[in-house]
């Protein structure tokens, strides 16, 4: 019977590192083992049964992280109102940040994948020279904290720059702006995105697009028919990862992008002005906004896998 | 048909091969693991750049390092590959990935899935499929693909004997029907036997024997080659000639009509299928020798039939050397 080969594309340490974030496992789209559909009896093909007093243990384990790791949704969920939120929600003007948000992730989103993506692949193809420099390169900016990010990026595109100046020429400005917020947003969650795509990619076996093409199909083909639909699963969760990171983005955006107003920074300076209370109804709209897209991404990508056991 | 003379550079060496297969003729390319076979149908697919190289199939030039240069792309090649992995589309059905690389109208693909007997398993997953369904869900995708000539590289290793005979039939019969060239890489003497008519012997990047299948092992062009289809022992004769002895080659008894005499002490002996292997010491050489019987121990006398004999330089000679090989 053959083993599951692993896929022979690289898998670098950089992209099993978001391997976590993006929740695709590289190789795991290999073959199982054949007659793997048999059922039978035993612990193994019966997960999630609690057998013994040790399993019972580890359940609980388990449960007192989860809940502990949940403990500021439940904090927050515990001290909301629907008075307060009501209140603050109606005020003039109080979902403008929210539409801010919402806009510029999309565009971050938008131009992620589409600047992105073939980056990822061909990181994921090894077809890049000096790989091992490219990772490093996207672990710095992982690496950087947001703060210093937007910092070093008024360096970059501030107006008495060489990029702030060719803005400025078409009028725009990358300070205090829209853009300002996009390029924040993009910079804050663009090293997420690639290293999660370069791990869905990295996933899927290359002897598959050498068969599709032996089968007829043009490079792009073979892409499109093989590579896209067995890497979209991971790709989808590397999107919304992003989407996380672009809704949240807080510490770039506070320093070039103070106006337009964000979700992140209404919360700050509701804080700052009006107090803990007023700020938390704020935080619900972020969470309730941020989280649909990466659940609907998990399910789905849960249910392509489901599919592909058959 | 298929006409490849290749010449490619791998790290460890140079493969340098010439292989003509008419259509609907099977030829299996045997060697030991490393000897350059995969190399070569990796060139003649498209996947791998030749150092110098001609390829032309049913009168299209796929590969031509010398003027006018081509490279046919593997997508345009119309080359069935056929591997050990079978590479099934994980994401697609069993009748998804049939039809994968199948353009025409028509009932074809249900028609060769009966035939493959993959008709209950149309609407499977390939994750669901045991090794054998997937090996010819695999083969049907690329008969339906309509390809040229099929190279099948190792496919049925780690399959067990019954279900890699099954297919192989089942390819012939196939290669036969539909009238194209096929090639078998293997490193299996009995595989190689059971799928092809000719047998080419490679060896260390070099073709080293081609023929029918029967005449490569009966009689190996040289003393490398009788060591890679079987031949197991080899025994002094006059002037520095040795006298190949195959294990298969051999009956129990003295025959002097129908081969060489050999008589030697048993070192050791340990069943083997339905019979008994048995180590001979002969002539300062051992010969190991396949028999029906459990010989008793002690001094046993053999007969090699018609064994080929190859001369100091380990060339495959044309003639018995006058002197037999004589028993002790």
Redesign the interface.
Known sequence: ??AP?PPRSRVSWAARAATAASGTVPGE?A??P????SPGPGPLTRPGRVRSVSGLVSVIGAAVVWIALLGPVIALLAHLSWHAIGSALSAPGALDPLAASVQAGAVTLGVLFVVCTPLAWLMARGRLPFPRVWEAGLLCSLLLPPLVIGLLLIFMVGPYTPIGELLGRVHLSATNTFLALCIAEIYESAPYYVLGAQAAFASV?P??E??????????AR?FR??TL??ATPGLAMALSVAWARAMGAFGAVVIIAYHPFGLPLQIYTTLQETGLASALPFALVLLVVALPLPLAAYGWSAR?RR???? | MLDADVEVDRRDLTVRAALAVAPGERLALFGPSGAGKTTILEVIAGLVTPRRARVVLGGRVLTSTSPPVTAVPPWQRRVGLLRQHPGLFPHLSVRANLAYGHTAAGDEPAELAAMLGLADLLPVMPARLSGGQAHRVALGRLLLARCDALLLDEPYTGLDASLRRALTDLVVALVVARDVPAVLVTHELADAQAFAGRLAILDRGRLVQTGPADEVVLRPASRRAAGLVGYRGFVPSADGAVAGIHPERVVAGAQPGRGVVLSGAVITCRPAGAGWEADLRVDGAVITCRLPDKPPGGEVAVTALDPPYFGPDGAALPAPPRQQVRGR
Request: aromatic share 0%; hydrophobic share 25%.
């Open positions: 019977m053959p080969c789209q073959p199982g054949p007659g793997s559909g076996d002897r598959l050498q068969q599709a093409e032996l089968l007829g199909d043009r490079p073979a028919r093989v639909p067995l392509a599919r592909r056991r058959g």
